[in-house]
């Protein structure tokens, strides 16, 4: 909401199926061929979505690591902060992650979750979650203890993740005007923040926020 607020952004609404050239640009269109854009410059950044628009387009077989890209599943589970005694005052990380309440109680996370059909929030996968968070605890909380996994809020969802869990993040060289921003993993707040640098600065022919061999080990190919 803030980024559209700001101007220069408009969302439309749609699901990219596919994309193919225009000109010196490209059109992304819906499943049934229906245009939703054409821009000079696209960039896919629908994580593991961007595989099947690649694949629909004929543009994946150049990519064997994009190719390997898949979705993992994965929840958080909320902790009442007076469970915690009010909780962390700062993120604490280790095998896993607690952060500090910001209204809605400490999130501790995550899970992962190979081959799922679904990404769901569960007794199992808050018993994963709760141990982490016992490990990073280092006080004893009797509340804490007394939680049981399964009667707790959280959320699930999905990763995209690559070979090396390192991002793929460039311009196509064998679609030039297609970009390509996805496969994050577990970094997706750092990584996507990160990666709008780089891409910005290659665009603008600014200089890059990476070393050369550091933005060739995120290149798609």
């Known amino acids: 909401e803030a980024l559209l607020a700001a101007g220069g952004a408009a969302v439309i609404a749609g699901r990219a199926g596919r994309v193919s050239p225009a000109g010196q640009g490209w059109r992304v269109l819906n499943a049934s061929g229906t245009e ?22 004929g543009l994946l077989d150049p990519l064997p690591r994009v190719a390997q ?35 809605v109680g400490c999130v501790v996370g995550s899970t992962y979750v190979h081959g799922a059909a679904e990404a769901s929030v569960g007794a199992e996968g808050q018993r994963v979650t709760l141990g982490k968070a016992a490990g990073l605890l280092a006080g004893h909380f009797p509340a804490f203890d007394a939680l049981v996994p399964g009667d707790l809020p959280g959320w699930a969802g999905w990763r995209a993740v690559l070979p090396g869990r390192l991002p793929a993040v460039g311009e196509l060289p064998h679609a030039p005007g297609l970009w390509l921003a996805a496969g994050y993993a577990s970094r997706g707040l750092s990584w996507s923040a990160l990666m709008g640098d780089l891409i910005a600065a290659r665009l603008m022919g600014e200089p890059l926020p990476l070393e050369t061999d550091l933005v060739q080990l995120v290149s798609p190919r």
Request: glycine fraction near 14%; aromatic fraction near 2%.
């Open 69 to 103: 890209m898949h979705a993992l599943a994965g929840e958080v589970t909320l902790i009442p902060a007076a469970a915690l005694d009010g909780g962390p005052r700062c993120i604490v990380g280790g095998e896993g992650y607690l952060l500090p309440d910001i209204g």
């Open 36 to 57: 939703l854009a054409r821009a000079d410059t696209v960039i896919l950044a629908n994580a593991a979505g961007s595989r099947e628009v690649l694949a629909a387009s």
